[in-house]
């Protein structure tokens, strides 16, 4: 089984900064895409940003500029860097992982959700 922890949510003023983390682990054999999403209250989950090996990381239009998407392949952890957050930033965001174990089984696992609440 693989388990997805993210860390990092809080309450921050407008203009703050705030770092996101999500730690996979257990039976993993490669870790192909990592991705952050978010979901506002009455809103339906949006990608947010995207890291794929070898390829350009990927940003949603509205946060272009202002987050960073990094991750480290040795600790299979991936990192949100938030910058310049306004108040529609506000949302539960959810780390996943598309990744094969050691059967070579491609799957999709998802974290529990970090509150991120920016403040007016």
């Known amino acids: 089984q693989v388990q997805l922890v993210e860390s990092g949510g809080g309450l921050v003023q407008g203009g703050g900064s705030l770092r996101l983390s999500c730690a996979a682990s257990g039976n993993i054999f490669s870790i192909i895409t990592m991705r952050w999403y978010r979901q506002a209250p009455g809103k339906e989950r949006e990608l947010v940003a995207a890291?794929?090996?070898?390829?350009?990381?990927h940003y949603t239009d509205s946060v272009k500029g202002r987050f960073t998407i990094s991750r480290d392949y040795a600790k299979d952890t991936v990192y949100l860097q938030m910058n310049s957050l306004k108040p529609e930033d506000t949302a539960v965001y959810y780390c996943?992982?598309?990744?094969?174990?050691?059967?070579?089984?491609?799957?999709?696992?998802w974290g529990q959700g970090t509150q991120v609440t920016v403040s007016s």
């Open positions: 890291i794929t090996s070898g390829t350009d990381p």
């Open positions: 996943n992982a598309y990744l094969s174990d050691y059967d070579r089984i491609l799957r999709l696992y």
